[in-house]
C-alpha cells in the first residue's frame, strides 16, 4: 500500500512536470494561433478580439494555471479549430472521448493478438531443435520487422479487403451503430499493428527462454521426470516472461498513445489522427492535452508492468 | 544395480570422460573425487540422463538392474528416462539457490514430484512411511523393461479424489520436510526459495530427492555451497537418510575428506579416467597414485603452517576503533531511505605492518562488510578506521566474475596504475613504464610474458587468480584485503595460490586481512586470527593460541565441525 501511495504521487508529479514543459513549449515555438484560426479573414480589429475571449492577453504563468486549474477540475478546455456547431464551441473532452474507445478498442485487440500468438510461438521456437524450423522462424520474424507498418496495411487491406473481401476498406463502421461490425472492421488494422509486434516479442522470448534454459532449475526439472512441455510451461516460461513483460510494456504504451499510421491507412478516427491534425493546425488546447494524456499512459503501463513483475518474480518485493 | 560399463563421453571433439567402468549396489555409497574438470559431474549427469545436448556416449554403456539406459551410438531415450527420473533415481545439485526455480513456492516444487510420478501407496494410505511397501515396489520394479515400471507404478497409485489426493501430497511433502530437519515445515512450504537460508534450501532440494524413496541418489558436490557447520549437518542427513531408505548414493565431491566421512568405496578421477577406487582406508592409507596424494596432501589441514617467528613490524598499518558497518535495508528512493541495520557492530582491533591477519565466519556474518569498510568502499560507518599506507587493495574471491572478459590480462595489470595517475598527477607514469611494471607483475605472480596479450577467458581459475592478485600488487599497497581468494578454486590450485600469497607477502612486505570461512585454510595463512559471529568479532588472537584453547563456544564448534 505504501508503495502504491509512492507511485502515485510520482505519476502526479511527473504530470505536472511534463504539462508545464508543453505550455512553455508551445509558448516557444513560433507561429499564432489567432492568425491561424482567421485565416484570410483576419483584420487587427479581429485579432485583438479573438486574442481577448482566448485570454491570450494574460501572463503565461496565469495562462498555465488557469489551464491546469480547469484541467483538474475536469474542464480540458475548447479546441481552437472543431465547433460543435455554429455557435458553440467544441470541448477538448468531447473531441477526445469520441476517438477515445476507437484507439482503445484497436489496442486491445491488437494486445490480444500479441500475446495469443507470440508465447506459444516464443516458446515452440525455442524449443525447436529442428534446424528448418528454427531458420524459417528467423526469417518469417525478420522480414514481419521490417515491413513498415504503412505498407503492412497496405498488404493488410489487400489481402483481406480486396482479395479475400472479408471486409469493406475504408468503410469504417461506428461503434455507435453496430459495436459488432466496428470490432470486426478493428481486427484488419489490428492485425496490421500485431505482426511485427508479435515477431518481436516472439523472438524476445525466444532468447530471453534460451538464457534461461540453461539455469540449474532446468536441470531439476528434469533430473524429476518432467516432460519437455513441461519444463517450458510449468517451469522456465515464467522466469523467461521477466524482460518480455518489460517489452510488452513497451509496445502497450507505444498502441494505446495512438498507431498513427495504421489509423490513417485504415481511416480510423482514433487518438493518432486527432493528434496529427491538431498540431498541423495549431489547435493547441487539444495537443496539450493529448501530450498529458500519452504520459498518463505510458506511466500507468509502466506502473502496472512494475505491479506485473512483482506478482511475476516474487525476490522483487521483498528486496 | 547400476552399471557403468567402460563409459566415454564427448563434447565435441574434447573427450570429458574416458572409459570409465563404476559399479554401484543396493544401499552403498560410492564416492567418486576429483578436481574441476576431472569428468566426474559429466559422467554423473550422464548417469542420469540430464547430460548438455552436446554431449554424446563415443563408447561404452549404463544399466540400471538390467535395463540400458544409455548406450554408444544410440540417442538418449528420453521417454525411458523419464520413468526412472525422479521416482528410482533422483539428484541433489550443488548450487540450492539456483537449482531451485526462483519463482515457485517449493511447496510446490517437491510435490511436482508427487504429481509427476503419483503419490507412493503407502502415503496415499495413513500417511506413515514404511519400508515394507517399499519392497513391494522394487518387486514390482525387477521385472525389467521399460513397460513393466510402468505397471509398476500403476500399482502403487491409487486413485483418490482430487481434494483428497492433494490434501494427501501436501501432507506428504510436509512429513518429508521435516524427516529431513526443516522445522516449521508449513512455513518452508509456502516460501520461495530466496526467502530460506542455503542449509534450509539444499534440505528442501533433499526432501525432492527422497520423496519417493528412489532407490538410487546422485548427489553432486551437495556441501560445497554451503558453510561448515551446516555443511557437516547435511552430510550427516544424507548419511541418515542412506541408513534409513538404503538407496544407493552416488556422491560426486572434489574433497577427499568429505567423501572418507561417508563413503564405503572411493573412486578417483582425473582428466576424464577413473585412476584409482577402493574402500576409504585404502585410498587414504595406501594411495597407490601419485596424483590421490596429491589430493590427500593439498588438503588444507594436512599442510605445514608457515613457519612461526617471522619478523611482523610493530607498527600498525590499519587501526579499526569502535567500528560499526551499516546497510540499508529496502531500497533508496526520493520519498524514503532504507532501514539502517548493522551489520557489523563495535569492531576494535590493529593490523600490524607485515601481518597476516585471518578472519573467520560464517556466510552474513559481516566478514564482506567490514572489510569494504575498510576499504572505503562502505560510508555508512561510525567509529574510526585509520589507514598508515597507501591505498588498500582488494583480492576477489571469484577470479571468473572479477576479471573484465573483454580485456587482455596486460590492460587489466595497468589498469590500475593508469586510474592512480588520473587520481594523483604526481604519481602519473608514463604508457612505457606502466607496460613495464605489468610485464614485471606477470612475472612476480609466477605467469610468462606471453600471457599479456591473452584475455581471461583463456585462462584457467588458478591463473585468473594469479591475475587479480597481480591487479591487487601493482600499486605497491601496504595493506591487502582478500575476501576468501581460494575458495572458487581446486584443492590442489588452492595449495599454489595460498604459497604465491605468502610468497609475496615476504617479498614485499605486505599486510593481509585474509577471510575465509574454511578454518584450515586460515590456519595456514594467519599469525593472528579473528573471529566473526552476528557482526561481532567475538574472539582474536594468535592463531596457536585460540587454536588450542579456543574461549567461545562457538569458536570450538568452528574447529571441530571441519
Same mark, same amino acid.
Given at each position: 500500500?505504501?508503495?502504491?501511495?509512492?507511485?502515485?504521487?510520482?505519476?502526479?508529479?511527473?504530470?505536472?512536470?511534463?504539462?508545464?514543459?508543453?505550455?512553455?513549449?508551445?509558448?516557444?515555438?513560433?507561429?499564432?494561433? *489567432?492568425?491561424?484560426?482567421?485565416?484570410?479573414?483576419?483584420?487587427?480589429?479581429?485579432? /485583438?478580439?479573438?486574442?481577448?475571449?482566448?485570454?491570450?492577453?494574460?501572463?503565461?504563468?496565469?495562462?498555465?494555471?488557469?489551464?491546469?486549474?480547469?484541467?483538474?477540475?475536469?474542464?480540458?478546455? *475548447?479546441?481552437?479549430?472543431?465547433?460543435?456547431?455554429?455557435?458553440?464551441?467544441?470541448?477538448?473532452?468531447?473531441?477526445?472521448?469520441?476517438?477515445?474507445?476507437?484507439?482503445?478498442?484497436?489496442?486491445?485487440?491488437?494486445?490480444?493478438?500479441?500475446?495469443?500468438?507470440?508465447?506459444?510461438?516464443?516458446?515452440?521456437?525455442?524449443?525447436?531443435?529442428?534446424?528448418?524450423?528454427?531458420?524459417?522462424?528467423?526469417?518469417?520474424?525478420?522480414?514481419?520487422?521490417?515491413?513498415?507498418?504503412?505498407?503492412?496495411?497496405?498488404?493488410?487491406?489487400?489481402?483481406?479487403?480486396?482479395?479475400?473481401?472479408?471486409?469493406?476498406?475504408?468503410?469504417?463502421?461506428?461503434?455507435?451503430?453496430?459495436?459488432?461490425?466496428?470490432?470486426?472492421?478493428?481486427?484488419?488494422?489490428?492485425?496490421?499493428?500485431?505482426?511485427?509486434?508479435?515477431?518481436?516479442?516472439?523472438?524476445?522470448?525466444?532468447?530471453?527462454?534460451?538464457?534461461?534454459?540453461?539455469?540449474?532449475?532446468?536441470?531439476? /526439472?528434469?533430473?524429476?521426470?518432467?516432460?519437455?512441455?513441461?519444463?517450458?510451461?510449468?517451469?522456465?516460461?515464467?522466469?523467461?516472461?521477466?524482460?518480455?513483460?518489460?517489452?510488452?510494456?513497451?509496445?502497450?504504451?507505444?498502441?494505446?498513445?495512438?498507431?498513427?499510421?495504421?489509423?490513417?491507412?485504415?481511416?480510423?478516427?482514433?487518438?493518432?489522427?486527432?493528434?496529427?491534425?491538431?498540431?498541423?493546425?495549431?489547435?493547441?488546447?487539444?495537443?496539450?492535452?493529448?501530450?498529458?494524456?500519452?504520459?498518463?499512459?505510458?506511466?500507468?503501463?509502466?506502473?502496472?508492468?512494475?505491479?506485473?513483475?512483482?506478482?511475476?518474480?516474487?525476490?522483487?518485493?521483498?528486496? | 544395480?547400476?552399471?557403468?560399463?567402460?563409459?566415454?563421453?564427448?563434447?565435441?571433439?574434447?573427450?570429458? *570422460?574416458?572409459?570409465?567402468?563404476?559399479?554401484?549396489?543396493?544401499?552403498?555409497?560410492?564416492?567418486?573425487?576429483?578436481?574441476?574438470?576431472?569428468?566426474?559431474?559429466?559422467?554423473?549427469?550422464?548417469?542420469?540422463?540430464?547430460?548438455?545436448?552436446?554431449?554424446?556416449?563415443?563408447?561404452?554403456?549404463?544399466?540400471?538392474?538390467?535395463?540400458?539406459?544409455?548406450?554408444?551410438?544410440?540417442?538418449?531415450?528420453?521417454?525411458?528416462?523419464?520413468?526412472?527420473?525422479?521416482?528410482?533415481?533422483?539428484?541433489?545439485?550443488?548450487?540450492?539457490?539456483?537449482?531451485?526455480?526462483?519463482?515457485?513456492?517449493?511447496?510446490?516444487?517437491?510435490?511436482?514430484?508427487?504429481?509427476?510420478?503419483?503419490?507412493?501407496?503407502?502415503?496415499?494410505?495413513?500417511?506413515?512411511?514404511?519400508?515394507?511397501?517399499?519392497?513391494?515396489?522394487?518387486?514390482?520394479?525387477?521385472?525389467?523393461?521399460?513397460?513393466?515400471?510402468?505397471?509398476?507404478?500403476?500399482?502403487?497409485?491409487?486413485?483418490?479424489?482430487?481434494?483428497?489426493?492433494?490434501?494427501?501430497?501436501?501432507?506428504?511433502?510436509?512429513?518429508?520436510?521435516?524427516?529431513?530437519?526443516?522445522?516449521?515445515?508449513?512455513?518452508?512450504?509456502?516460501?520461495?526459495?530466496?526467502?530460506?537460508?542455503?542449509?534450509?534450501?539444499?534440505?528442501?532440494?533433499?526432501?525432492?530427492?527422497?520423496?519417493?524413496?528412489?532407490?538410487?541418489?546422485?548427489?553432486?558436490?551437495?556441501?560445497?555451497?554451503?558453510?561448515?557447520?551446516?555443511?557437516?549437518?547435511?552430510?550427516?542427513?544424507?548419511?541418515?537418510?542412506?541408513?534409513?531408505?538404503?538407496?544407493?548414493?552416488?556422491?560426486?565431491?572434489?574433497?577427499?575428506?568429505?567423501?572418507?566421512?561417508?563413503?564405503?568405496?572411493?573412486?578417483?578421477?582425473?582428466?576424464?579416467?577413473?585412476?584409482?577406487?577402493?574402500?576409504?582406508?585404502?585410498?587414504?592409507?595406501?594411495?597407490?597414485?601419485?596424483?590421490?596424494?596429491?589430493?590427500?596432501? /593439498?588438503?588444507?589441514?594436512?599442510?605445514?603452517?608457515?613457519?612461526?617467528?617471522?619478523?611482523?613490524?610493530?607498527?600498525?598499518?590499519?587501526?579499526?576503533?569502535?567500528?560499526?558497518?551499516?546497510?540499508?535495508?529496502?531500497?533508496?528512493?526520493?520519498?524514503?531511505?532504507?532501514?539502517?541495520?548493522?551489520?557489523?557492530?563495535?569492531?576494535?582491533?590493529?593490523?600490524?605492518?607485515?601481518?597476516?591477519?585471518?578472519?573467520?565466519?560464517?556466510?552474513?556474518?559481516?566478514?564482506?562488510?567490514?572489510?569494504?569498510?575498510?576499504?572505503?568502499?562502505?560510508?555508512?560507518?561510525?567509529?574510526?578506521?585509520?589507514?598508515?599506507?597507501?591505498?588498500?587493495?582488494?583480492?576477489?574471491?571469484?577470479?571468473?566474475?572479477?576479471?573484465?572478459?573483454?580485456?587482455?590480462?596486460?590492460?587489466?595489470?595497468?589498469?590500475?596504475?593508469?586510474?592512480?595517475?588520473?587520481?594523483?598527477?604526481?604519481?602519473?607514469?608514463?604508457?612505457?613504464?606502466?607496460?613495464?611494471? /605489468?610485464?614485471?607483475?606477470?612475472?612476480?605472480?609466477?605467469?610468462?610474458?606471453?600471457?599479456?596479450?591473452?584475455?581471461?577467458?583463456?585462462?584457467?581459475?588458478?591463473?585468473?587468480?594469479?591475475?587479480?592478485?597481480?591487479?591487487?600488487?601493482?600499486?605497491?599497497?601496504?595493506?591487502? *584485503?582478500?575476501?576468501?581468494?581460494?575458495?572458487?578454486?581446486?584443492?590442489?590450485?588452492?595449495?599454489?595460490?595460498?604459497?604465491?600469497?605468502?610468497?609475496?607477502?615476504?617479498?614485499?612486505?605486505?599486510?593481509?586481512?585474509?577471510?575465509?570461512?574454511?578454518?584450515?585454510?586460515?590456519?595456514?595463512?594467519?599469525?593472528?586470527?579473528?573471529?566473526?559471529?552476528?557482526?561481532?568479532?567475538?574472539?582474536?588472537?594468535?592463531?596457536?593460541?585460540?587454536?588450542?584453547?579456543?574461549?567461545?563456544?562457538?569458536?570450538?564448534?568452528?574447529?571441530?565441525?571441519?
Amino acid at each position: 500500500m505504501k508503495y502504491l501511495g509512492k507511485k502515485i504521487i510520482t505519476l502526479i508529479m511527473t504530470l505536472f512536470v511534463v504539462s508545464a514543459a508543453a505550455f512553455i513549449a508551445f509558448q516557444i515555438i513560433p507561429g499564432d494561433v *489567432v492568425t491561424s484560426i482567421l485565416g484570410t479573414e483576419a483584420t487587427p480589429e479581429r485579432e /485583438a478580439q479573438l486574442r481577448e475571449e482566448l485570454g491570450l492577453n494574460d501572463p503565461p504563468a496565469v495562462r498555465y494555471f488557469r489551464w491546469i486549474g480547469g484541467v483538474l477540475q475536469g474542464d480540458l478546455g *475548447v479546441s481552437y479549430r472543431y465547433a460543435k456547431n455554429m455557435n458553440e464551441m467544441m470541448p477538448v473532452a468531447e473531441l477526445i472521448g469520441d476517438k477515445l474507445p476507437v484507439t482503445l478498442s484497436l489496442a486491445a485487440i491488437s494486445l490480444v493478438l500479441i500475446i495469443v500468438v507470440a508465447i506459444p510461438l516464443g516458446v515452440l521456437w525455442a524449443r525447436s531443435r529442428n534446424k528448418v524450423l528454427d531458420a524459417a522462424l528467423g526469417v518469417i520474424t525478420q522480414v514481419s520487422m521490417a515491413i513498415p507498418s504503412f505498407f503492412l496495411g497496405i498488404l493488410v487491406t489487400y489481402l483481406f479487403g480486396m482479395v479475400l473481401k472479408c471486409f469493406a476498406p475504408g468503410n469504417y463502421v461506428s461503434y455507435e451503430k453496430d459495436p459488432g461490425g466496428f470490432l470486426f472492421y478493428l481486427l484488419f488494422p489490428a492485425l496490421a499493428i500485431a505482426i511485427p509486434k508479435i515477431a518481436m516479442t516472439a523472438r524476445f522470448l525466444r532468447n530471453s527462454m534460451l538464457t534461461e534454459l540453461k539455469a540449474d532449475y532446468v536441470r531439476t /526439472a528434469r533430473s524429476k521426470g518432467c516432460s519437455e512441455r513441461r519444463v517450458m510451461y510449468g517451469h522456465v516460461l515464467r522466469n523467461a516472461m521477466m524482460p518480455v513483460i518489460t517489452f510488452l510494456g513497451m509496445i502497450i504504451a507505444e498502441i494505446v498513445a495512438g498507431s498513427i499510421v495504421v489509423e490513417q491507412v485504415f481511416s480510423l478516427p482514433g487518438i493518432g489522427r486527432l493528434l496529427i491534425s491538431s498540431i498541423s493546425t495549431r489547435d493547441l488546447p487539444v495537443v496539450e492535452i493529448l501530450i498529458l494524456y500519452i504520459t498518463f499512459v505510458v506511466i500507468f503501463v509502466y506502473f502496472l508492468v512494475d505491479i506485473l513483475y512483482r506478482v511475476v518474480d516474487p525476490r522483487i518485493s521483498s528486496k | 544395480m547400476i552399471a557403468i560399463e567402460d563409459l566415454s563421453v564427448n563434447f565435441g571433439s574434447t573427450e570429458a *570422460v574416458r572409459h570409465v567402468s563404476l559399479e554401484l549396489r543396493d544401499g552403498e555409497i560410492l564416492g567418486v573425487v576429483g578436481e574441476s574438470g576431472s569428468g566426474k559431474s559429466v559422467t554423473a549427469l550422464t548417469l542420469m540422463g540430464l547430460a548438455a545436448e552436446e554431449a554424446t556416449v563415443t563408447s561404452g554403456r549404463i544399466l540400471y538392474d538390467d535395463v540400458v539406459l544409455q548406450e554408444a551410438g544410440k540417442p538418449r531415450d528420453k521417454a525411458l528416462y523419464r520413468k526412472y527420473q525422479g521416482e528410482w533415481m533422483s539428484m541433489v545439485f550443488q548450487e540450492p539457490m539456483t537449482s531451485l526455480n526462483p519463482t515457485q513456492r517449493v511447496g510446490r516444487q517437491v510435490e511436482e514430484m508427487l504429481r509427476l510420478h503419483g503419490l507412493p501407496l503407502e502415503a496415499a494410505g495413513d500417511g506413515e512411511l514404511q519400508r515394507e511397501s517399499d519392497t513391494v515396489r522394487e518387486v514390482s520394479h525387477t521385472g525389467q523393461s521399460g513397460e513393466s515400471a510402468d505397471t509398476g507404478r500403476a500399482g502403487k497409485i491409487r486413485q483418490p479424489r482430487k481434494q483428497e489426493k492433494r490434501q494427501r501430497m501436501k501432507q506428504l511433502v510436509l512429513e518429508t520436510f521435516a524427516s529431513v530437519g526443516l522445522r516449521e515445515p508449513e512455513r518452508v512450504y509456502q516460501c520461495y526459495p530466496h526467502q530460506l537460508s542455503g542449509g534450509m534450501r539444499q534440505r528442501v532440494m533433499i526432501a525432492m530427492a527422497v520423496i519417493l524413496h528412489p532407490r538410487l541418489i546422485v548427489a553432486d558436490e551437495p556441501t560445497t555451497a554451503l558453510d561448515v557447520t551446516v555443511q557437516s549437518q547435511i552430510m550427516d542427513l544424507l548419511r541418515e537418510i542412506n541408513e534409513k531408505q538404503h538407496n544407493a548414493m552416488l556422491f560426486i565431491t572434489h574433497d577427499l575428506n568429505l567423501a572418507r566421512r561417508i563413503c564405503h568405496r572411493i573412486a578417483v578421477m582425473k582428466d576424464g579416467r577413473v585412476v584409482e577406487s577402493g574402500t576409504p582406508e585404502e585410498i587414504f592409507e595406501h594411495p597407490r597414485e601419485a596424483y590421490t596424494r596429491n589430493l590427500i596432501e /593439498a588438503v588444507p589441514s594436512r599442510m605445514k603452517r608457515r613457519a612461526a617467528g617471522r619478523s611482523i613490524g610493530r607498527e600498525p598499518v590499519v587501526t579499526v576503533r569502535d567500528l560499526s558497518v551499516y546497510y540499508r535495508e529496502g531500497n533508496n528512493s526520493l520519498f524514503s531511505r532504507g532501514r539502517k541495520k548493522p551489520a557489523v557492530q563495535d569492531a576494535d582491533f590493529t593490523i600490524r605492518w607485515g601481518e597476516i591477519l585471518g578472519l573467520v565466519g560464517e556466510s552474513g556474518c559481516g566478514k564482506t562488510s567490514l572489510s569494504k569498510a575498510i576499504l572505503g568502499m562502505n560510508k555508512e560507518i561510525t567509529g574510526e578506521i585509520q589507514h598508515f599506507s597507501s591505498r588498500p587493495q582488494m583480492i576477489f574471491q571469484d577470479p571468473y566474475s572479477s576479471l573484465n572478459p573483454a580485456k587482455t590480462v596486460g590492460w587489466l595489470l595497468e589498469e590500475p596504475l593508469r586510474a592512480r595517475g588520473k587520481l594523483d598527477p604526481q604519481q602519473a607514469m608514463t604508457a612505457a613504464d606502466i607496460r613495464t611494471a /605489468a610485464m614485471d607483475m606477470l612475472e612476480k605472480v609466477g605467469l610468462t610474458e606471453d600471457y599479456f596479450d591473452r584475455r581471461p577467458s583463456q585462462l584457467s581459475g588458478g591463473q585468473r587468480q594469479r591475475i587479480s592478485i597481480g591487479q591487487a600488487l601493482i600499486t605497491r599497497p601496504g595493506l591487502i *584485503v582478500a575476501d576468501e581468494p581460494v575458495s572458487a578454486l581446486d584443492v590442489t590450485i588452492q595449495a599454489q595460490i595460498m604459497e604465491l600469497m605468502r610468497r609475496l607477502q615476504e617479498e614485499m612486505q605486505l599486510s593481509y586481512l585474509f577471510i575465509s570461512h574454511d578454518i584450515h585454510v586460515i590456519y595456514q595463512m594467519s599469525d593472528r586470527i579473528m573471529v566473526m559471529k552476528d557482526g561481532r568479532i567475538i574472539e582474536i588472537g594468535d592463531t596457536e593460541e585460540v587454536f588450542a584453547h579456543p574461549r567461545e563456544e562457538y569458536t570450538r564448534q568452528l574447529l571441530r565441525e571441519s
